[in-house]
């Protein structure tokens, strides 16, 4: 009996210690997000001592980061590849700030992510190969930035998007399942500041 207890304990400190060094990390990629990006000029800035549930467009479920929205909120700098930190992410919107450089390619391991919206923004280079890696991913927002090679939207999976949104004709369209968007709102997450 003693054996069992000892044993339940352990991975019981274990587990503690997993969801302390993840929560560490989602805290990390936030604050490498704040620095890259100028976060003391944002619309809404972020006061990096108070608790993460209290951070303008940010959205915690369960202790994680499930949900991203600092749309129209000068952002201006690069995306910071520690994004995919934020492994519980289900929906991320950067869109209409000053964002430039490339899309972080590891931003694919992103497992959990069905909304992506970096729309209006100065992204340029190459839509990496990875996003067709987000089997998830339901809505892709690309519009309004400089992309100059769209080989990548080549491995999304066909009907795998229910919206889609380049400022490009592309011939991949067939990639979006019209008939799906009603399993969009079937992706939730509960914003824990209304609640």
Known sequence: MLKKTIL?????????????????????????????????NWKNSW???APIETWEGVTVKDGHVVALDLSDNNLKGKIPATLVN???????????NALRGKLPGQ?????????FDVSENAIAGKIPNSIGKMAK????????????????????????????????EFKYLELMDA????????IKFEDSKNN
């Open 107 to 115: 931003l694919a391991r992103l497992k959990k992510l069905a909304f």
């Open 8 to 40: 339940l304990l352990g991975i019981a400190i274990f587990a503690f210690q997993n969801s302390n060094a993840q929560n560490y990390r989602e805290f990390i990629a936030l604050h490498e997000l704040y620095q890259s990006t100028d976060g003391h």
């Open 47 to 49: 006061d990096l001592n």
């Open 179 to 186: 008939n799906a968007f009603g399993r969009m709102t079937d």
């Open 137 to 168: 991913l339901k809505s892709l927002q690309l519009s309004g930035n400089d992309f100059g090679d769209y080989s990548g939207l080549e491995t999304i999976q066909q009907h795998q998007l229910v919206a889609f949104d380049m400022d490009q």
């Open 86 to 96: 934020l492994k519980y992410l289900i929906h991320l919107n950067l869109s209409g």
